[in-house]
């Protein structure tokens, strides 16, 4: 009886001390979930999930605080992505947030900026290049399109583009839509409709 | 029908694949025919695998035949040449030759009809020129895989010290029905083909070649032959394949010819080969024994919807409308027009668009040629593509995972080992567009790929600049916290000052006193 007692108790004193180095020898540093999360993410860094950027959304996330659906530029993709990650139910974007649009680029409109570096202090990634009294103009390839420089702008010499289409971000569309047929003007008159394939 | 050759015996045979019915065709009853100087040449900045190519010429420059208009960017790239002289008239986006439809940037040349040449710079002895000067000479002259995929090909010739090439293999089976711009130039240009051969072998120090032609093709087998015999050349063999889609593939072809496969994600010259097409060999050996770069080709016009069926030597830039008005015009009955053939070749938007170098095939269709896709019905999973595919994907798998847009699973599926040549939605008898669903799951999954990346340079811009933010609020800080304590010591100073001002005054006073008790 006593013996049982005994060596049970030291079995458990004895896995207790090896899990107890364990948890200090293996301790994993950060959150690896907040940088799943974060890995997610658009990084537009535009704070419209009502945290001032990603990572801390992604910390907000994690620590059950917010949400999945407040990311309006990630929009149905990701929240079905962290959706499959966290094993939650995905459910549309919230509309508090905003809604999600196409890919926007901000343009400066050189002859009206004034030089003030509001809008430099404002970017998030450093994609707005100038300085005190010079002209200012956006770096379009960093540009997130989280028109948080729109606002600052005591001039409102900044607007929101949308970022076009070219040979390589251009991508086929998913079969059996209507826009895949082409039509072609061929000359001598005939107007035909022709489609890939 | 024409009669075909005997197959070389001891040949392999990819899986799967189509044997189509054999039929001559109509464009190969006349020689090839130079077109006409056009009124103006648009030649797209990007012709090729790897990186546009940057303008070295400005607006309103008067240039000759021959002379560069663009430098290559990055090691595979390749230069861009005047095709004729004139005037450069524009350098801005115009319409190209892309299922997309998009713009993309051009160079617009003015022809000033005189067609003179810039000064030519032939090698005479390129044997006794290292490997390195003419791989260069041939990247100099803008040569680009000219079967249809238009990478670089002097990068192709440089297979690297490392690998070992044991033979040059080149690729004379036709890409697909309908398209013989290879044939008609093997049947005229053999003997410039077999001195580009001797060039290319020269290049990669290979001992041996071998040249794989389709059996449907004996004409141009006998104008090769002849070719050889009259060089003298032992080492370089002709091997008979059979017609059988899609031969042309440079993987086909070899697995074809030496039973090897080209391992995942390598090259020919992993397993100690170079491929290359009859009209790329053809166009180095204008290149090196004329001095030409390449500003011309031989583009295939055919279908039922022109009148003349023909093959034509047509000027890089040249736009498809005078190709397609000096084959005698549309028919009628015309419906699509196609750049490739028509199991790979995509429809135009308009024939308003520039012959590009990588361009093998105008197909202008009529509907019967081409037939409007009907209603794709539902999967039966009767595994007909599956048998079809020569790359031995499983096509039914990659459509249901892509239908579910699962491109995890697609990978994993080898969608990018995908060659495209659509002998799956060929015998698909629910007639589902499966390249359609492949094209769509590679681009999407390229354009996820490109948005991480994106995303990840954003996350370190972010990162950086919260960094220098704290960094610039933390010496702030430093400098502020520094300030003060200069302030307290000089106070403190200030004190010890004052306090020995005071005791000195008091001692003064002190000495004053005893004086005055003493004189009292």
Same mark, same amino acid.
């Given at each position: 009886?006593?013996?049982?007692?005994?060596?049970?108790?030291?079995?458990?004193?004895?896995?207790?001390? &090896?899990?107890?180095?364990?948890?200090?020898?293996?301790?994993?540093?950060?959150?690896?979930?907040?940088?799943?999360?974060?890995?997610?993410?658009?990084? @537009?860094?535009?704070?419209?999930? @009502?945290?001032?950027?990603?990572?801390?959304?992604?910390?907000?996330?994690?620590?059950?605080?917010?949400?999945?659906?407040?990311?309006?530029?990630?929009?149905?993709? @990701?929240?079905?992505?962290?959706?499959?990650?966290?094993?939650?139910?995905?459910?549309?974007?919230?509309?508090?947030?905003?809604?999600?649009?196409?890919?926007?680029?901000?343009?400066?409109?050189?002859?009206?900026?004034?030089?003030?570096?509001?809008?430099?202090?404002?970017?998030?990634?450093?994609?707005?290049?100038?300085?005190?009294?010079?002209?200012?103009?956006?770096?379009?390839?960093?540009?997130?399109?989280?028109? &948080?420089?729109?606002?600052?702008?005591?001039?409102?010499?900044?607007?929101?583009?949308?970022?076009?289409?070219?040979?390589?971000?251009?991508?086929?569309?998913?079969?059996?839509?209507?826009?895949?047929?082409?039509?072609?003007?061929?000359? *001598?008159?005939?107007?035909?409709? *022709?489609?890939?394939? | 029908?024409?009669?075909?050759?005997?197959?070389?015996?001891?040949?392999?045979?990819?899986?799967?694949?189509?044997?189509?019915?054999?039929?001559?065709? =109509?464009?190969?009853?006349?020689?090839?025919?130079?077109?006409?100087?056009?009124?103006?040449?648009? %030649?797209?900045?990007?012709?090729?695998?790897?990186?546009?190519?940057?303008?070295?010429?400005?607006? *309103?420059?008067?240039?000759?035949?021959?002379?560069?208009?663009?430098?290559?960017?990055?090691?595979?790239?390749?230069?861009?040449?005047?095709? @004729?002289?004139?005037?450069?008239? /524009?350098?801005?986006?115009?319409?190209?030759?892309?299922?997309?439809? %998009?713009?993309?940037?051009?160079?617009?040349?003015?022809?000033?009809?005189?067609?003179?040449?810039?000064?030519?710079?032939?090698?005479?002895?390129?044997?006794?020129?290292?490997?390195?000067?003419?791989?260069?000479?041939?990247?100099?002259?803008?040569?680009?895989?000219?079967?249809?995929?238009?990478?670089?090909?002097?990068?192709?010739?440089?297979?690297?010290?490392?690998?070992?090439?044991?033979?040059? %293999?080149?690729?004379?089976?036709?890409?697909?029905?309908?398209?013989?711009?290879?044939?008609?130039?093997?049947?005229?240009?053999?003997?410039?083909?077999?001195?580009?051969?001797?060039?290319?072998?020269?290049?990669?120090? =290979?001992?041996?070649?071998?040249?794989?032609?389709?059996?449907?093709?004996?004409?141009?087998?006998?104008?090769?032959?002849?070719?050889?015999?009259?060089?003298?050349?032992?080492?370089?063999?002709?091997?008979?394949?059979?017609?059988?889609?899609?031969?042309?593939?440079?993987?086909?072809?070899?697995?074809?010819?030496t039973g090897q496969e080209v391992p995942k994600d390598g090259l020919?010259a992993d397993i100690g080969i170079v491929c290359h097409n009859v009209?790329?060999?053809?166009?180095?050996?204008?290149?090196? &024994?004329?001095?030409?770069?390449?500003?011309?080709?031989?583009?295939?016009?055919?279908?039922? *919807?022109?009148?003349?069926?023909?093959?034509?030597?047509?000027?890089?830039?040249?736009?498809?409308?005078?190709?397609? /008005?000096?084959?005698?015009?549309?028919?009628?009955?015309?419906?699509?027009?196609?750049?490739?053939?028509?199991?790979?070749?995509?429809?135009?938007?308009?024939?308003?668009?520039?012959?590009?170098?990588?361009?093998?095939?105008?197909?202008?269709?009529?509907?019967?040629?081409?037939?409007?896709?009907?209603? =794709?019905?539902?999967?039966?999973?009767?595994?007909?593509?599956?048998?079809?595919?020569?790359?031995?994907?499983?096509?039914?798998?990659?459509?249901?995972?892509?239908?579910?847009?699962?491109?995890?699973?697609?990978?994993?599926?080898?969608?990018?080992?995908?060659?495209?040549?659509?002998?799956?939605?060929?015998?698909?008898?629910?007639e589902i567009p499966l390249v359609q669903y492949y094209r769509y799951?590679?681009?999407?999954?390229?354009?996820?790929?490109?948005?991480?990346?994106?995303?990840?340079?954003?996350?370190?811009?972010?990162?950086?600049?919260?960094?220098? &933010?704290?960094?610039?609020?933390?010496?702030?800080?430093?400098?502020?916290?520094?300030?003060?304590?200069?302030?307290?010591?000089?106070?403190?100073?200030?004190?010890?000052?004052?306090?020995?001002?005071?005791?000195?005054?008091?001692?003064?006073?002190?000495?004053?006193?005893?004086?005055?008790?003493?004189?009292?």
């Open positions: 009886m006593f013996a049982a007692i005994i060596a049970i108790t030291l079995l458990a004193a004895a896995f207790g001390l &090896l899990l107890g180095y364990a948890a200090v020898r293996f301790k994993v540093e950060g959150d690896p979930v907040v940088d799943q999360i974060d890995a997610l993410l658009p990084q @537009t860094q535009c704070g419209q999930c @009502t945290f001032p950027g990603c990572r801390p959304y992604a910390e907000a996330i994690a620590a059950g605080k917010a949400d999945i659906n407040q990311c309006p530029p990630g929009g149905e993709a @990701t929240i079905q992505a962290l959706a499959d990650l966290l094993g939650r139910e995905a459910k549309p974007l919230n509309p508090d947030n905003g809604t999600e649009g196409d890919k926007m680029v901000a343009v400066i409109d050189e002859n009206v900026c004034i030089g003030c570096t509001l809008c430099i202090r404002a970017c998030p990634v450093d994609a707005i290049l100038g300085a005190t009294k010079q002209m200012h103009t956006v770096i379009a390839d960093e540009c997130t399109g989280c028109k &948080l420089c729109v606002e600052p702008c005591p001039v409102d010499c900044i607007s929101m583009e949308p970022v076009g289409e070219t040979l390589e971000t251009w991508r086929w569309p998913f079969p059996n839509k209507p826009e895949i047929i082409p039509h072609i003007q061929v000359t *001598g008159g005939h107007h035909k409709s *022709g489609t890939y394939d | 029908m024409t009669e075909s050759l005997p197959v070389t015996p001891g040949l392999h045979r990819f899986n799967g694949g189509i044997r189509f019915v054999h039929r001559e065709d =109509a464009s190969t009853h006349e020689p090839i025919a130079s077109l006409p100087l056009p009124r103006v040449l648009v %030649l797209p900045l990007q012709q090729h695998i790897g990186e546009a190519a940057i303008p070295c010429v400005k607006v *309103g420059e008067r240039v000759l035949k021959g002379q560069l208009l663009a430098e290559p960017k990055g090691y595979i790239g390749a230069p861009i040449h005047a095709p @004729t002289s004139g005037t450069v008239i /524009e350098i801005a986006d115009r319409p190209i030759a892309h299922p997309s439809g %998009l713009t993309a940037p051009c160079i617009t040349l003015e022809v000033d009809g005189e067609d003179r040449w810039t000064e030519h710079r032939p090698i005479d002895s390129y044997r006794e020129l290292d490997r390195s000067s003419l791989r260069n000479r041939i990247r100099d002259a803008g040569i680009v895989g000219l079967g249809g995929a238009g990478f670089p090909s002097a990068v192709k010739l440089n297979p690297g010290p490392s690998r070992k090439i044991h033979t040059l %293999l080149v690729n004379a089976a036709e890409c697909e029905p309908y398209i013989n711009c290879d044939d008609m130039l093997i049947r005229e240009r053999a003997t410039d083909i077999v001195a580009g051969i001797e060039i290319a072998l020269h290049c990669i120090d =290979a001992p041996r070649c071998i040249i794989g032609i389709e059996d449907s093709m004996p004409a141009a087998h006998a104008a090769l032959q002849q070719a050889i015999t009259q060089t003298a050349a032992t080492n370089i063999d002709i091997v008979v394949v059979p017609t059988v889609y899609p031969t042309g593939g440079e993987k086909q072809l070899i697995k074809v010819i020919p009209g790329t060999l053809y166009a180095i050996a204008r290149a090196i &024994l004329h001095g030409e770069p390449l500003i011309s080709r031989i583009v295939t016009v055919t279908g039922k *919807g022109v009148s003349k069926p023909r093959n034509l030597e047509v000027l890089i830039g040249t736009p498809i409308r005078e190709l397609i /008005e000096f084959c005698g015009g549309y028919t009628e009955r015309v419906s699509r027009l196609l750049l490739g053939g028509h199991m790979m070749g995509f429809a135009l938007h308009s024939d308003d668009l520039p012959v590009v170098k990588a361009a093998n095939c105008i197909l202008a269709g009529t509907p019967e040629e081409l037939p409007e896709p009907g209603k =794709a019905g539902p999967c039966i999973r009767c595994g007909m593509c599956e048998q079809a595919c020569p790359v031995n994907l499983l096509p039914q798998q990659l459509y249901w995972y892509t239908k579910a847009k699962d491109f995890d699973k697609t990978r994993e599926y080898n969608l990018f080992d995908c060659i495209e040549c659509g002998c799956c939605a060929y015998v698909c008898p629910s799951a590679k681009t999407e999954i390229r354009n996820a790929e490109r948005e991480r990346q994106k995303s990840n340079i954003a996350r370190e811009r972010f990162e950086f600049r919260k960094e220098r &933010l704290e960094r610039e609020e933390r010496e702030k800080a430093e400098k502020l916290r520094q300030r003060k304590e200069a302030l307290a010591q000089k106070t403190a100073d200030d004190d010890g000052k004052k306090a020995a001002i005071q005791a000195a005054l008091e001692r003064v006073k002190a000495k004053k006193a005893t004086q005055e008790e003493k004189q009292d």
